[in-house]
């Protein structure tokens, strides 16, 4: 069985930082594409960060020279470095694996993980 799970969510003010983590059991990050997602209150859910398996990076406008998404394939971690927090980046995230897709859009993703809260106070 599948299982991703997202942690290292928390409350910090603007400006601040923060470390998520995504762990996975039942498959190997090496053969998959992982993408960090989030909802915020009263909106949809959007894509953010992707990391492909050969290396490749992306990321939304609304994060990009903010946040850093980086894996760990020997400890099978893919994590999602936040800094220069808003209050608009408040929601609950989520990471998710794909095998065919790096694109920040859910459709493309084969398994999710439970999601962690981040709340960014101003």
């Known amino acids: 069985e599948v299982q991703l799970q997202a942690f290292g969510g928390g409350s910090v003010q603007a400006g601040g930082s923060l470390r998520l983590s995504c762990v996975a059991s039942?498959?190997?990050?090496?053969?998959?594409?992982i993408g960090w997602f989030r909802r915020a209150p009263g909106k949809e859910r959007e894509g953010i960060a992707s990391t492909g398996r050969y290396g490749s990076r992306g990321y939304a406008d609304s994060v990009k020279g903010r946040f850093i998404i980086s894996s760990d394939n020997a400890k099978n971690v893919v994590y999602l470095e936040m800094n220069s927090l808003k209050p608009e980046d408040t929601a609950v995230y989520y990471c998710a694996a794909s095998l065919s897709s790096t694109a920040l859009i859910p459709e493309g993703y084969d398994y999710w993980g439970q999601g962690t809260l981040v709340t960014v106070s101003s």
């Open positions: 039942g498959l190997t990050f090496d053969d998959y594409n």
